[in-house]
């Protein structure tokens, strides 16, 4: 009974010094846009994309309807990553109305989010809404947390939210489209 408490306890302080190492080792190319994100005032984290069974969700990316805003509706894609950070899954709702091929007709994915965002990739994050950030999950069984990319990577000065962004893991601001950003003036 000693050995096992003993070998559990070895175990347990094993996994914390290793979530621990893990958090400190980032990539240069991950400093750099954790940098980015609080210049911008914004909430960084990134992470590996998950796929079932290791995610809560049927697929890697997820549609998800939102509520119209001036007539556009405002859906999001959701998926749950593996954080570099910490180690824990948390569920990501990433807005649609920023992706450059946005269609606010279609009630899907945008392609290019289809395309980018894959099972094992690594993204950037980059959230506007730092103060609600990372939110508690309810009734999920991998991510227990949760955050939005979100409000608004429109550069609108006096907003309450800092400018965000999403890069994938080759560079590419997924995020980037100015198009809708006359909705929050």
Not at 78 to 93: F, M, N, P
């Amino acid at each position: 009974m000693r050995t096992t408490r003993l070998n559990l306890a070895i175990l347990i302080m094993t996994v914390s010094l290793s979530s621990a190492w893990a958090a400190s080792v980032m990539s240069a190319e991950a400093v750099k846009y954790e940098n980015s994100c609080k210049q911008a005032g914004g909430y960084f984290q990134y992470g590996t994309v998950n796929a079932p069974p290791n995610s809560d969700y049927r697929d890697v990316v997820n549609f998800k309807r939102g509520k119209p805003l001036k007539g556009i509706p405002l859906s999001h894609t959701h998926i749950e990553i593996t954080s570099g950070l910490d180690g824990q899954v948390y569920d990501v709702a990433i807005d649609n109305v920023f992706a450059s091929d946005y269609n606010p007709r279609r009630r899907d994915i945008p392609a290019s989010y289809r395309q980018a965002i894959t099972a094992g990739s690594t993204l950037y994050f980059c959230g506007g809404n730092p103060g609600k950030e990372p939110y508690s999950t309810k009734g999920e069984h991998h991510a227990k947390q949760g955050f939005d990319w979100v409000h608004t990577n429109c550069e609108s000065p006096g907003s309450k939210f800092a400018d965000g962004w999403i890069y994938t893991d080759t560079g590419v601001n997924l995020t980037n489209s100015h198009t809708y950003c006359y909705l929050w003036k």
